[in-house]
């Protein structure tokens, strides 16, 4: 794996640890607050709501000028957002601060992600981009094991600030490394071909093996929303300790590491799809378990099935992207995938909100392990439409560089 990309996969780390953090101590201080679900589904939607309005122009843009400045501009603006309730204590102001930090949050976070993701696509070649994926996503995995349970024992021992202070400092670390040790490592642009006629973003739609992969994956973010979301309020409604639901949620990103892990493994046995199609099945599995149980350990036990199954999705998804969008347009690809994904973030809570204040947080479970069993049908006839397998493409496109390579002789 190419230095580079290592370091990329470790700012993400970094940067995401104050992402999470900021996150979940937000919810945690609303909810401490005696805000309802349906409050803190509001402010956990405006965490996507800026990032749906915007995601295709930032892909398109990110296209354009390469990834230097977006990831420097995303980081810039976490720094304002996980700063907000840090310096306006919610006591004193409410719960504004708390609506202001998701929302701009959110779009700084939008913009590091994207362009990190295309990076790796960028800098990675058909034999190991599934694998690299797999190396990120375990990035993510590590920031959303630690985040959530280092906030829980601050929140319980030292207070809400504390844990705010945790999330600033560690977005001011990306954000020196980025500049001092990242940035000049960077390319300046993709080096890819321009689109000279684009007849609109929701083109990419009208392909079928595009359209496939977004669906999948907006389905699949409606499942990691829920767990990052529900799992609070089903915590607190059952009478879980901070540092209990913080331990829970770092269980999940524990199983999303451990599997991932062995990614590589599995890619050499399962196409992108039919890891996918699984990820669904035992994921639907995992929800309809959830309300059956409210024991710490049991629930932790739960949380591990659930991550083991979204975990594997993420670096399958992310390799698909990559292959199957039309050429020079991977970052508006990404856009449209991110716009439909923060669609799921803003709607989706508010409707798991004002649904767990009506029929309960364990009812909620049980809807979307439904959804989740018909979604793994559908993912199932989908590596059909796909434009091939994993293995026939590595194949493919190793004979292309080897034509190249002969035509540049």
């Not at 915007?54 to 977006?70: M, N």
């Not at 976070?109 to 058909?126: C, E, I, K, P, R």
């Not at 599934?130 to 959530?148: H, K, R, W």
């Not at 992207?321 to 994904?341: D, F, N, V, Y």
Request: one cysteine or more.
């Amino acid at each position: 794996m190419p230095l580079t990309i290592i370091k990329i996969i470790l700012l993400t780390v970094v940067v995401q640890i104050g992402c999470v953090s900021s996150r979940v101590s937000c919810s945690l201080d609303a909810l401490y607050e005696k805000a309802t679900a349906l409050e803190v589904g509001v402010m956990m939607a405006l965490f996507a709501f800026v990032p749906a309005l915007f995601a295709i122009r930032s892909g398109q843009w990110i296209d354009s000028v390469g990834p230097k400045k977006p990831v420097l501009i995303g980081i810039c603006i976490m720094s304002v957002a996980v700063f907000l309730p840090l310096g306006f204590d919610v006591k004193t102001f409410g719960l504004w601060p708390l609506y202001a930090s998701c929302m701009v949050n959110g779009l700084g976070f939008m913009l590091v992600q994207m362009t990190n993701q295309q990076l790796v696509g960028h800098l990675s070649d058909a034999k190991n981009r599934t694998n690299n994926f797999a190396f990120l996503a375990m990035g993510y995995s590590a920031a959303n094991l630690s985040a959530p349970i280092a906030s829980g024992y601050l929140i319980d021992h030292l207070g809400f600030q504390s844990a705010y202070a945790m999330a600033l400092c560690s977005v001011i670390i990306g954000l020196v490394a980025f500049v001092l040790l990242i940035r000049s490592k960077l390319p300046s642009s993709w080096n890819r071909p321009k689109v000279v006629k684009r007849k609109g973003s929701f083109e990419l739609m009208g392909i079928p093996h595009v359209r496939n992969v977004l669906i999948a994956s907006s389905f699949m973010s409606m499942a990691w929303d829920l767990q990052s979301f529900m799992i609070p309020v089903y915590g607190t409604e059952i009478g879980l300790t901070a540092s209990e639901v913080g331990w829970i949620l770092g269980v999940f990103a524990a199983a999303t590491f451990f599997v991932r892990l062995f990614m590589p493994f599995i890619s050499r046995h399962l196409s992108e799809w039919q890891t996918i199609t699984c990820a669904f099945g035992l994921g639907a599995l995992a929800y309809a378990l959830f309300p059956l149980f409210s024991g710490f350990v049991m629930l932790s036990a739960v949380a591990f099935l659930l991550g083991m199954a979204l975990g594997s999705s993420q670096p399958n998804v992310m390799s698909l992207i990559h292959t199957e969008s039309p050429p020079g347009r991977t970052g508006e690809a990404l856009g449209l995938r991110t716009m439909l994904l923060n669609m799921c973030h803003t709607t989706l809570p508010i409707i798991f909100g004002a649904a767990g204040s009506v029929i309960g947080a364990g009812a909620v479970f049980y809807v979307v392990a439904g959804l989740m069993g018909g979604v793994s049908v559908f993912t199932s006839r989908c590596e059909k439409q796909s434009l091939s397998r994993s293995s026939e493409r590595v194949v493919d496109e190793l004979e292309k560089e080897r034509q190249t390579r002969s035509s540049e002789k």
